[in-house]
């Protein structure tokens, strides 16, 4: 939990769905300096379709793809609904924010969009911990190769994972990590 590394930080999170929502603020209800959204980040503000896994954790704005069902079962039964999103420059404009600022993201496959509306947050970001694939798990979703030059083109260097990738149960190929770039 990053709030017990950083125990005077402002956290700032989004979850589009409203009753992971419910149950993240009734699980951080205590923590100080702690602002929820429930929202999704992308590049643009409105309504989007969301595509709610059986495993909610797996739920995306891009469609799941054979890969990850055949991988991950568990997470294949799917339904639509309807959710907000926004940009992270538009949800955060009214905060003051410092510039010693960290960013997670993990957001099924959509993690350019998250970038593409972060523009302002991330040119005073200094770390970076995103979840990238190099298997296409969502349809349409960046890869690593396109997440790192997103990042490198923002000034950000590929620093490592933060934990061991995931590999699919199948073969044991990588599937995806969670990357940290550093802004050098």
């Known amino acids: 939990q990053f709030h017990e590394l950083f125990p005077d930080a402002d956290i700032y999170a989004f979850e589009p769905l409203r009753d992971c929502f419910e149950r993240m603020n009734e699980k951080l209800k205590d923590v100080k300096n702690f602002k929820s959204f429930n929202i999704a980040l992308s590049d643009s503000e409105g309504k989007e379709t969301i595509y709610r896994s059986s495993h909610s954790g797996s739920s995306s704005l891009r469609k799941m793809s054979n890969i990850h069902k055949n991988a991950f079962p568990v997470t294949a039964g ?8 926004d940009t992270l420059d538009s949800v955060l404009a009214p905060f003051e924010l410092t510039s010693n600022i960290l960013i997670k993201i993990d957001v099924q496959g959509l993690e350019d969009k998250v970038i593409l509306g972060g523009q302002n947050i991330f040119n005073h970001a200094k770390v970076i ?3 990238t694939s190099f298997a296409e798990l969502y349809k ?4 690593f190769g396109e997440i790192h030059k997103l990042l490198a083109d923002r000034g950000f260097r590929y620093a490592g994972a933060w934990e061991p990738d995931l590999r699919s149960p199948l073969n044991g190929a990588p599937l995806q990590q969670d ?4 802004k050098e």
């Open 78 to 85: 799917e339904r639509e609904q309807i959710i907000e999103t």
């Open 179 to 182: 990357s940290i770039f550093i």
């Open 140 to 143: 349409g979703q960046p890869l």
């Open 129 to 131: 911990i995103i979840e």
